[in-house]
Nanobody, 128 residues
Framework: QAQLVQSEGGLVQPGGSLRLSCTASGFTLDYYSIAWFRQAPGQEREGIACISIRSKTKKYVDSVQGRFTVSRANAKNMTYLQMNNLKPEDTATYYC?????????????????????WGQGAQVTVSS
């Protein structure tokens, strides 16, 4: 069964760091762009970062630019979201998603309905 399996999230103090990982099972990530989304309670799902198939292009929403870093290791069939300087407003459930792509320099974190695979979600709570 093809799926994305995420690592667990956690409780982090403001200013702290956390790395989320996402592993593809049953398919290879080589021809999938990756995006990370998050959803806070009572709010709509928000795309926050994406990375193209060969890591040539990375994009971030303004609220995480400079604090979060998306990466991927195709040989391991994995993608990562490194989150630094976390703030209470980063509290949310985080999801990785994969979208079929053959374009080296292209990725998006909009149009969630066009993504083929989704991770199960990881709760990240930023609180003192």
């Amino acid at each position: 069964q093809a799926q994305l399996v995420q690592s667990e999230g956690g409780l982090v103090q403001p200013g702290g760091s956390l790395r989320l990982s996402c592993t593809a099972s049953g398919f290879t990530l080589d021809y999938y762009s990756i995006a990370w989304f998050r959803q806070a309670p009572g709010q709509e799902r928000e795309g926050i970062a994406c990375i193209s198939i060969r890591s040539k292009t990375k994009k971030y929403v303004d609220s995480v630019q400079g604090r979060f870093t998306v990466s991927r290791a195709n040989a391991k069939n994995m993608t990562y979201l490194q989150m630094n300087n976390l703030k209470p407003e980063d509290t949310a459930t985080y999801y990785c998603a994969a979208r079929s792509s053959h374009i080296v320099g292209w990725c998006v974190f909009e149009n969630a309905f066009e993504f083929n695979y989704w991770g199960q979600g990881a709760q990240v709570t930023v609180s003192s």
